[in-house]
């Protein structure tokens, strides 16, 4: 199912994460909507994320089902206080002027624990240095009257993004890029020598996987253009693909299946781990 909207990214992985539980210790819907003194389809609609979890309504769940694991009852009342709106993310001081689609972007890194991630034409944006975005921003702007296009807001909501990737449980971060993102000057000489030395650094943490997708590649099945893939901890939500082209969602399992096997296709195209290095280090030293 493709789809656009607030706070779905936290009511879907809640909801999933509410039907887990209840599939695990064997108990109907029926019964839950029985307790919960509610109709099945508001059971099956929250289990969804189609409609939002109450503070009240995880604390119910969590009865019903005996959840005794303290973390996992905090948990799941932290998810359903935020995926309601009553306690806002990181990106509310950011305001109107980032849009709902970007914010579920923000949310779902942020659960995330593994992000795949294809991008043919530039560096992928949670990879970007700041002035690499900055760069990028200001491109994007210029079809735009200054008044409408709120630069600064979005290069600070751009560079708060990949604050992700110094968290504590930052997520397993496999990206593929095409060979035009490095050899795209981007912000002149000196911002790319800073791009490509904050990839070597980057390709030196265990949790993230750099490689190149080189010219000499031919056709491949990213023609169609960048895609991101998110799965989340212990399946408990479906996992999702973002497509930047039109800034939507996609978390039909099938859909899902078909855009992994299209990302594994793309590895196996690519230079290996070691040799982008090598690639990366001969394309500096030449900066």
């Known amino acids: ?21 209840r599939e695990e210790r064997n108990i109907s819907i029926e019964d839950v909507a029985a307790q919960l003194g509610v109709g099945h389809s508001t059971v099956r609609r929250q289990e969804s994320g189609h409609t939002a979890v109450s503070v009240a309504d995880a604390g119910a769940y969590c009865r019903i089902y005996q959840v005794t694991d303290e973390r996992l009852h905090d948990e799941l009342l932290d998810m359903a206080k935020h995926s309601r709106g009553t306690a806002r993310g990181w990106w509310a001081p950011f305001g109107s002027k980032i849009g ?10 942020d659960l995330a624990t593994e992000i795949r991630t294809f991008q043919p034409l530039v560096i992928p944006g949670l990879l970007q240095t700041r002035d690499y975005t900055a760069a990028i921003l200001k491109v994007a702007g210029s079809v735009y009257e200054e008044e409408d296009y709120p630069f600064e807001e979005f290069l600070a909501f751009r560079e708060r993004r990949k604050a992700l990737l110094n968290a504590p449980k930052a997520p397993r971060l496999w990206v593929i890029f095409g060979e035009a993102a490095v050899l795209t000057p981007v912000g002149g000489a000196q911002v790319m020598r800073d791009q490509i030395q904050h990839l070597l650094n980057l390709g ?4 993230i996987n750099l490689q190149m997708l080189p010219f000499a590649a031919g056709e491949h099945v990213g023609l169609t253009g960048a895609f991101v893939l998110m799965s989340f901890a212990d399946n408990s939500a479906p996992a999702l693909t973002y497509f930047e082209s039109t800034n939507a969602f996609n978390d039909d399992p099938e859909d899902v299946k078909l855009n992994a096997e299209r990302f594994d296709q793309l590895r196996l195209q690519c230079q290996p781990a070691a040799e982008t290095r090598g690639y990366l280090l001969n394309v500096l030293s030449n900066c």
């Not at 607030?6 to 509410?18: C, P, Q, Y």
């Not at 709902?100 to 890194?109: G, I, L, S």
């Not at 030196?204 to 949790?207: G, K, L, Q, S, V």
């Open 204 to 207: 030196e943490r265990r949790n």
């Open 1 to 21: 199912m493709a789809y656009k909207g607030e706070a779905t990214i936290r009511k879907r992985i809640l909801g999933g994460r509410l039907r887990r539980i």
């Open 100 to 109: 709902p689609t970007a914010r579920d972007v923000a949310d779902a890194e």
